[in-house]
Every structure is written in structure tokens, then in C-alpha cells.
T-cell receptor, first 114, second 112 residues
Framework: DVKVTQSSRYLVKRTGEKVFLECVQD?????MFWYRQDPGLGLRLIYF???????EKGDIPEGYSVSREKKERFSLILESASTNQTSMYLC?????????????FGPGTRLLVL | GNSVTQMEGPVTLSEEAFLTINCTYT??????LFWYVQYPGEGLQLLLK?????DKGSNKGFEATYRKETTSFHLEKGSVQVSDSAVYFC???????????FGTGTRLAVRP
């Protein structure tokens, strides 16, 4: 079975802190994704990576950056956390086909920024 | 680009009731269509999918048929259980490549 793990289930940070969220997948997937999930807004794509060191902005990249130094690991970085970044963050991975493969999700990290 | 629209929730049903959650799509061609489920406190997991028009996806008693005539992919289950209480998301590939675009989700609550 595909396994996607996220470094924390719950995080509490203070405004202005730098925050790292880590995601690891064990299925040798080319693609990895970071989403945030907010009530009434569904899932919104923050960043997408289709290969090591390759990244593409999603719908809401402002205030975030990402790093993919190894194929299995994709990190989301909040350079200076703000209260409006309080949310559920979901990581996902998939094979690359160019036509929309099944994405496999981690359990999510619920981040609270005070 | 491609998009999906799903019915607003929440949906509240009694156990053993029939479930329909509507999803319609707007797309160029016939992209794959997905239903994902998110149980409380968890990430999303694939429930079922259909990769071409007229396909039927099924899993755990849930079914959805890819209907190009009505551009729909409605999720159905004949008899829901309390354990089906979750949020359900319809999805399709976006404008290009491997990104998926998700609906806003429909919360289902099943009463004993």
C-alpha cells in the first residue's frame, strides 16, 4: 500500500515564526502536492512538484515556499507564519502520466498560528 | 480548465437510507473522474474512479457512473451506515497535467 506520512498531526506556532511541514512518500511517485483545506473552500493547491528540485505554483502560493531535495520528501515552508495560515495542510503524491492519476494523501497537519 | 461542482451539504440521513451526492463536471474531452472520502481526523482517500465515459466506479457499496450526456458523476449508495459519515469530494484533472481540481466537499452525517 502507498504510504504518505506527514511530520506532525498538530502544530501550534506563533506569528512570525518559520514553520516547516514535512511529507514523505514510499511509492517512488514523481509528483507531490501540498494543499490547504479550509471549511467551505475545499482543497486549494499551494505548490506542486513533478520531480526532484522542480516545483510549480498552485492556486495560493503566497506566503509559502517548498523544497524537494529527494524524490520521496516534499517540504512546505511558511517563511513567517501569520494567523491567516491557520489551517489543515494535506500532502499528496501520485505517479506522473500527464492525464491525472490517483493522488494518495497523508493524514494532514492541523496548524494553529497564534 | 476542467472543473467539478458538487452539491452543498451537510446531508443528514438515517441508517439504511439511500444516498445520492451530486457532482457535475465541465471539461474538454472526457477526463477521469474521482470520488474521494475524508473520514474524521484523516486525510483524503480514493473511494472510486472512472477513467472514461460510461464507466462505472464502485467500492464499499458506493457507485458512480460517468455520464457524458448529463456531464455528471453522482455518488450513490443503497443503504448507508453510521460508519459512512464523512466528507466526500468529487475531483477531475485540471487544465493540464497531473493536478486534480476538487469540489468543495459534501459532509454526510448518518444517524443510527
Amino acid at each position: 500500500d502507498v504510504k504518505v506520512t506527514q511530520s506532525s498531526r498538530y502544530l501550534v506556532k506563533r506569528t512570525g515564526e518559520k514553520v516547516f511541514l514535512e511529507c514523505v512518500q514510499d511509492m517512488d511517485h514523481e509528483n507531490m502536492f501540498w494543499y490547504r483545506q479550509d471549511p467551505g473552500l475545499g482543497l486549494r493547491l499551494i505548490y506542486f512538484s513533478y520531480d526532484v528540485k522542480m516545483k510549480e505554483k498552485g492556486d495560493i502560493p503566497e506566503g509559502y515556499s517548498v523544497s524537494r531535495e529527494k524524490k520521496e520528501r516534499f517540504s512546505l515552508i511558511l517563511e513567517s507564519a501569520s494567523t491567516n495560515q491557520t489551517s489543515m495542510y494535506l500532502c499528496a503524491s501520485s505517479f506522473a502520466s500527464g492525464s491525472g492519476e490517483t493522488q494518495y494523501f497523508g493524514p494532514g497537519t492541523r496548524l494553529l498560528v497564534l | 480548465g476542467n472543473s467539478v461542482t458538487q452539491m452543498e451539504g451537510p446531508v443528514t440521513l438515517s441508517e439504511e437510507a439511500f444516498l445520492t451526492i451530486n457532482c457535475t463536471y465541465t471539461a474538454t474531452g472526457y477526463p477521469s473522474l474521482f470520488w474521494y472520502v475524508q473520514y474524521p481526523g484523516e486525510g483524503l482517500q480514493l473511494l472510486l474512479k472512472a477513467t472514461k465515459a460510461d464507466d462505472k466506479g464502485s467500492n464499499k457499496g458506493f457507485e458512480a457512473t460517468y455520464r457524458k450526456e448529463t456531464t455528471s458523476f453522482h455518488l450513490e449508495k443503497g443503504s448507508v451506515q453510521v460508519s459512512d459519515s464523512a466528507v466526500y469530494f468529487c475531483a477531475t484533472p485540471g487544465s493540464s497535467g497531473d493536478k486534480l481540481t476538487f469540489g468543495t466537499g459534501t459532509r454526510l452525517a448518518v444517524r443510527p
